[in-house]
C-alpha cells in the first residue's frame, strides 16, 4: 500500500467539525455519523439488556413473582426487537461507518446527507417503539416474531404504532445499505480492486444487498397487517379466507436472510482482527469471499426451517432440510480458514484477539446446534424451546455482540487516538465470556428436556438451571458497564496510539494517524 | 451457593455421559415412548456425536496454535496463506457427512408423516387456553384444561409435583393402536407438544393438520403448548393417558354415559343455589383466565364483569354475549363450548357475584330458546 496524502493539514482549517449539538444534528461526516450510530446502538444494547434481566429475574424461579405473564410477553418481544433492530444492526451500520471508507481510500461515504438521514431516524424509531410500553393496553407482546392472527385480530391496540416504527426502521437500514454499495462500487481508490478489498469491505457489501432485497418484504409483511387490522382486508384472517400460515412465510423470507445480515459483518470483523495477531494473512482470501457469497444466496431459499411444525408437505418439508443443512458447508469453510490463519502464526492476545478466538468458538458451538436444528424431523423436538433461545443466543451474542466488541477494541485507538486500558479490557472479556455461558449453555439442557421458549412460568424439573442462566444474565449484564466505563475512559485519555496501533495490522486505515483526523482520503491513496 | 448438583451440570463433560445418567440431570431429549419418538432421539444422537467430533477436531488443532504458536514463545509465522487442494478437501468432507445424515432424517420424517390407517382419530382445537378434544368416531368431546391453581402460580401454596403440567381431564388413548391427530385452533396459533410422543404440531386457525402416534408403553405423558398464544401460554399444557385397549373403551363407554346425564341436566328445574353454586365452579374453569376471579377483569384487554353493562343489563344480552363471544377478539363463542345448564349457571352466576345483584336466574331453557334465534 502505498503513502497516504496528508490529508491532516485540512483539520486546523475551517473545515473541521461545527460546534455543540448542531454538528451531530447536521453533520454528514461518516465518522460523526459511525460514532452516533455506536453509541446508539449500545444505548439500545443496555435497554434490551434491562428487558432481557427483567425476564431473567422473574424466571430465576418457578412461580409468578416480578411481572405478570402480558408485561413478560411485552419483555420478550421488545427485547428481540431491540436487540436485533436496535443494537445489533445500527452497531455495524456504524461501523461500516466508520471504518469501509477508511479501508477503500475514499474520504467519505457516496450520498453523506442521505447518510445523515438514516441516522436521525433511528431515535424517532425507536422512541415511537419504547413508547408503546407506556400505552393503554402495553406494548407488543407477541414476540419479536410477530405470527399473526396474534398480532392483529388479537393485538393490543399499539401495534399500529410498532408497525410504523418497523417501517422507520426499514427506510433506515434501506438507505444505509444504498450508501454502503454506492460507497464500495464507485468511491475505491485507485488500485483497490475488488478481490483486494478488506473483507470487512467484502462482507457488508454482500449484506447490503440482503438488506435491500429483504426489508421491503418485511415492510409488505406489516403493511399486510395493518390493512387486517384497520382497512377490513383477510391476508392472515382465516375466517375471511386468508392464511395466518402466509405471514410466516413471507416473515421468514425476510427473517431467515436478516439473521445473516447481523452475521456476515461479524465474520468480516474476525477476518480482520485473526490475521493481525497471528502475524500472518488471513488463509483463503478468495475462498473466504466465495463462502460469504454462497451463504447469502443459500440464505434466501431455507426460509421454511423456521415453520418444520406448520404442517409443510412432505416435499418441501425436505427440501427445506436440505438447503439449510447444505448451508454449513461454506460456513464450516469459514471456520477452518480462520483456524488455519491462527495455524503456525505468531499469536498474541489482546483483548480484540480474545473476543475474536472466542467469537469462533461459540459461534462454532452456535453453528453446531444450527446444524442439528436442521435436521426437520428432530426440529419437531427443539421448534420453539429453549434449545432454540440457546442456539440463537450462540450464534448473536458470541457471534453477533463479541465482534462487535472485538471491532471497538481494535478500531478504538484508531478513533480515539489512545489505547485503551488492557486489563480492564481483558476482565470485560472473561466476565463476558463467563457470564455468557452460564446464561445460554444451561438453555440447550432445558430445552431438551422440554421447556417451551416465551413461558413466564415453567415446570419444577427446570428450576436449577434456569437458577444458573439466571446469575449468569445478571454478571453478563451488569459487566457491560465495565465496556462503558473502559470506551469512556480511553475517549478522555491515556497511553498514545501510533498509526499502526497493532503490529501485524494491516490495510488502509492503518496509514492514517490516530486519531484519523475529521477529514482523511480528501485525495485518494494508490494501491498497488 | 451453588449446590454440587449445579456444579456437576456446569461440567461440559457430562454431556457426553451415558444417556441412563443424563435422564437424571434432566440434560437430555427424552428418548420417549414411540417407535418415532426413539428414531428422533436417535438422530439426535448421532447428529450431536458428529458435531462433538468435528468441534474435537477443529477445536484441537485451535488449542494447539494457542498453545504452541504464540509470541511469547517465540513462534515466528509461516507465510503460507492459500491452498485449493485444502479448501476442496474440507468443503468435500463436510459435504459427505451431511449426506451421511441426510439419509436417515429422511426415512425418519417420511414415516412421521404417514397418517393412514388409523384406528382412532382425535379432532385437537387449540383455544386460548385451553385443547379441546373430540374423538370423530365415539363422539366423546370434552376440553382439557390446566389444574394447577393461582395459588400455586402465585407462590400462595406449595407446588405440587407436577406443577403447570396437570390438567382437569387428560386425553386418553390405547396402547399399540395407531392414533391419528388433526390440530386446529379456534383464534390464534398454538402447537400441541408431547415430547414422549416426538409429537408437535401447529394449531393454526382455518388449517387441519395431522399427525399421527402409536405408543407402546401405558403411562401418563406431559407436554405443554409451544407457540406463543397470547397471555397464559405458559399454562396450557398437555396430559396424554395412555391405557390398555380394555380399559380405554370403558373409559369410553362412561364418558359417553357421562354426556348423556349431562344432557339430561339442561330438563331438570334448577334452583338459584344450585345454579349459583354450579357457575362458580363453570366461571373457574371457563372464565377466570381473563375475566378474573374477582370479576375485575385485566382491562382494557379482558373488561370486568363486575358492574359490566352487560351483566346488570337484560338477560338476552348477557346470554348471547356468552352464545356468541365478540368476533375479533378473545371473547369466544361458549355455545359449542358448554352446555346449556353450564352457560345458564354462569349467567347466574356473573348477575349475581362480586356486588353484581340483578337478582333474576337463567335458565337452561332461555339458553336454548337464545341458541335457536
Ligand atoms: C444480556 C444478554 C441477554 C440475555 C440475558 C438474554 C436473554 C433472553 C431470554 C431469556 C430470552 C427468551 C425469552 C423467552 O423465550 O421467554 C431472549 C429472547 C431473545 N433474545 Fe435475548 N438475551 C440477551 C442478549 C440478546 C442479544 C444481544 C440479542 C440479539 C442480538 C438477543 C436476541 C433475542 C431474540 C431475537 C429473542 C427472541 C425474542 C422472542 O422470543 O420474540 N438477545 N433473550
Ligand atoms: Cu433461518
Ligand atoms: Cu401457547
Known amino acids: ?528 | 451457593m451453588l449446590s454440587r448438583r449445579h456444579l456437576m451440570a456446569l461440567a461440559l463433560p457430562c454431556l457426553t455421559a451415558p444417556t441412563s445418567v443424563l435422564a437424571d440431570w434432566e440434560v437430555n431429549m427424552t428418548p420417549g415412548v414411540t417407535d418415532v419418538s426413539q428414531a428422533v432421539f436417535d438422530l439426535h444422537m448421532i447428529i450431536f456425536w458428529i458435531c462433538v467430533v468435528i468441534g474435537v477436531v477443529v477445536f484441537g488443532v485451535m488449542f494447539y496454535s494457542i498453545f504452541a504458536h504464540r509470541k511469547s514463545k517465540g513462534a515466528v509465522p509461516a507465510q503460507f496463506h492459500e491452498s485449493t487442494t485444502v479448501e476442496v478437501i474440507w468443503t468435500i468432507i463436510p459435504f459427505a457427512i451431511l449426506i451421511g445424515m441426510a439419509i436417515p432424517a429422511t426415512g425418519t420424517l417420511i414415516k412421521m408423516y404417514d397418517t393412514s390407517d388409523a384406528d382412532i382419530e382425535i379432532l385437537i382445537t387449540g383455544y386460548q387456553w385451553k385443547w379441546k378434544y373430540e374423538y370423530l368416531n365415539e363422539k366423546v368431546s370434552f376440553f382439557s384444561n390446566m389444574s394447577t391453581t393461582q395459588e400455586q402460580i402465585y407462590n400462595f401454596d406449595e407446588k405440587g409435583e407436577h406443577y403447570l403440567l396437570e390438567v382437569d381431564e387428560p386425553v386418553v388413548i390405547p396402547v399399540g393402536k395407531k392414533v391419528k391427530f388433526l390440530v386446529t385452533a379456534a383464534d390464534v396459533i398454538h402447537s400441541w407438544w408431547v415430547p414422549a410422543l416426538a409429537v408437535k404440531r401447529d394449531a393454526i386457525p382455518g388449517t387441519v393438520n395431522e399427525s399421527w402416534t402409536r405408543v407402546n408403553e401405558p403411562g401418563i405423558y406431559r407436554g405443554q403448548c409451544a407457540e406463543l398464544c397470547g397471555k397464559d401460554h405458559a399454562f396450557m399444557p398437555v396430559v396424554v393417558k395412555a391405557v390398555s385397549e380394555n380399559e380405554y373403551q370403558e373409559w369410553v363407554l362412561a364418558k359417553q354415559e357421562l354426556a348423556r346425564q349431562e344432557f339430561e341436566l339442561n330438563n331438570k328445574e334448577w334452583t338459584m343455589e344450585e345454579l349459583m353454586a354450579r357457575g362458580e365452579q363453570v366461571y373457574q374453569r371457563a372464565c377466570v383466565a381473563c375475566h378474573q376471579a374477582n370479576g375485575l377483569g385485566l382491562p382494557p384487554a379482558f373488561p370486568a364483569l363486575k358492574d359490566s353493562p352487560v351483566a346488570l343489563g337484560p338477560m338476552e344480552g348477557h346470554i348471547d354475549m356468552i352464545l356468541n363471544g365478540v368476533k375479533g377478539t378473545s371473547m369466544q363463542a361458549f355455545a359449542d363450548q358448554l352446555s346449556e345448564v353450564d352457560i345458564a349457571a354462569v349467567t347466574t352466576y356473573e348477575r349475581n357475584a362480586w356486588g353484581n345483584n340483578v337478582g333474576d336466574m337463567a335458565t337452561p331453557k332461555m339458553v336454548a330458546e337464545r341458541k335457536g334465534q
Not at chain 1, 469501509?100 to 446527507?113: F, K, Q, T, Y
Not at chain 1, 457489501?205 to 382497512?231: E, K, R, S
Not at chain 1, 445473516?260 to 470483523?269: E, H, N, S, W
Not at chain 1, 439442557?445 to 437458577?467: E, H, K, S, T, W
Request: glycine fraction near 8%.
Open chain 1, 1 to 528: 500500500m502505498s503513502a497516504v496524502v496528508d490529508s491532516h493539514a485540512h483539520d486546523h482549517g475551517h473545515h473541521g467539525p461545527a460546534k455543540g449539538f448542531t454538528r451531530w444534528l447536521y453533520t454528514t461526516n461518516h465518522k460523526d455519523i459511525g460514532s452516533m450510530y455506536l453509541w446508539f446502538s449500545f444505548i439500545m444494547f443496555l435497554v434490551g439488556g434491562s428487558m432481557a434481566l427483567v425476564i431473567r429475574a422473574e424466571l430465576f424461579e418457578p412461580g409468578m413473582q416480578i411481572v405478570d405473564p402480558n408485561f413478560f410477553n411485552q419483555m420478550t418481544t421488545m427485547h428481540g426487537l431491540i436487540m436485533v433492530f436496535g443494537a445489533v444492526m445500527p452497531a455495524f451500520v456504524g461501523l461500516a461507518n466508520w471504518l469501509i471508507p477508511i479501508m477503500v481510500g475514499a474520504p467519505d461515504m457516496a450520498l453523506p446527507r442521505m447518510n445523515n438521514w438514516s441516522f436521525w431516524i433511528l431515535p424517532f424509531a425507536f422512541g415511537l417503539l419504547l413508547s408503546t410500553l407506556f400505552m393503554e393496553g402495553g406494548a407488543p407482546n407477541f414476540g419479536w416474531t410477530f405470527y399473526a392472527p396474534l398480532s392483529t385480530t388479537y393485538a393490543p391496540p399499539s401495534v399500529t404504532f410498532f408497525i410504523l416504527a418497523v417501517h422507520m426502521m426499514g427506510i433506515s437500514s434501506i438507505m444505509g445499505a444504498i450508501n454502503v454499495i454506492a460507497t464500495i462500487l464507485n468511491m475505491r481508490a485507485p488500485g483497490m480492486t475488488l478481490m483486494k478489498m478488506p473483507l470487512f469491505v467484502w462482507t457488508w457489501l454482500i449484506t447490503a444487498f440482503l438488506l435491500i432485497a429483504v426489508m421491503p418484504v418485511l415492510a409488505g409483511a406489516v403493511t399486510m397487517m395493518l390493512m387486517d387490522i384497520h382497512f377490513g382486508t383477510a391476508f392472515f384472517d382465516a375466517a375471511g379466507g386468508g392464511d395466518p400460515v402466509l405471514f410466516q412465510h413471507i416473515f421468514w423470507f425476510f427473517g431467515h436472510p436478516e439473521v445473516y445480515i447481523m452475521i456476515l459483518p461479524a465474520f468480516g470483523v474476525a477476518s480482520q482482527i485473526i490475521p493481525t495477531f497471528s502475524r500472518k494473512p488471513l488463509f483463503g482470501y478468495p475462498s473466504m469471499v466465495y463462502a460469504t457469497a454462497s451463504i447469502a444466496i443459500l440464505s434466501f431459499i431455507v426460509w421454511a426451517h423456521h415453520m418444520f411444525t406448520v404442517g409443510l408437505p412432505l416435499a418441501a418439508q425436505l427440501f427445506f432440510m436440505y438447503a439449510t443443512m447444505l448451508i454449513a458447508v461454506p460456513t464450516g469453510v469459514k471456520v477452518f480458514n480462520w483456524v488455519a490463519t491462527m495455524f503456525r502464526g505468531s499469536l498474541t492476545f489482546e483483548t480484540p484477539m480474545l473476543f475474536a478466538i472466542a467469537f469462533v468458538i461459540l459461534f462454532t458451538i452456535g453453528g453446531f446446534s444450527g446444524l442439528m436444528l436442521s435436521i426437520a424431523p428432530v426440529d419437531f423436538q427443539y421448534h420453539d424451546t429453549y434449545f432454540v433461545v440457546a442456539h440463537f443466543h450462540y450464534v448473536l451474542v458470541p457471534g453477533a455482540i463479541f465482534s462487535i466488541f472485538a471491532a471497538a477494541y481494535y478500531w478504538l485507538p484508531k478513533w480515539t487516538g489512545y489505547m485503551y486500558d488492557e486489563l480492564l479490557g481483558k476482565a470485560h472479556f472473561w466476565l463476558s465470556f463467563i457470564g455468557l455461558n452460564l446464561t445460554f449453555f444451561p438453555m440447550h439442557f432445558v430445552g431438551l428436556a422440554g421447556m417451551p421458549r416465551r413461558i413466564p412460568d415453567y415446570a419444577l424439573q427446570f428450576a436449577d438451571f434456569n437458577q444458573i442462566a439466571s446469575m449468569g444474565a445478571f454478571l453478563f449484564g451488569t459487566t457491560q458497564l465495565l465496556f462503558l466505563f473502559i470506551v469512556i475512559k480511553c475517549i478522555r485519555g491515556g497511553k498514545k496510539a501510533s498509526a499502526q496501533v497493532w503490529e501485524g495490522a494491516d490495510g488502509l486505515e492503518w496509514t492514517l494517524p490516530s486519531p484519523a483526523p475529521y477529514h482523511t482520503f480528501s485525495e485518494p491513496p494508490t494501491v498497488k
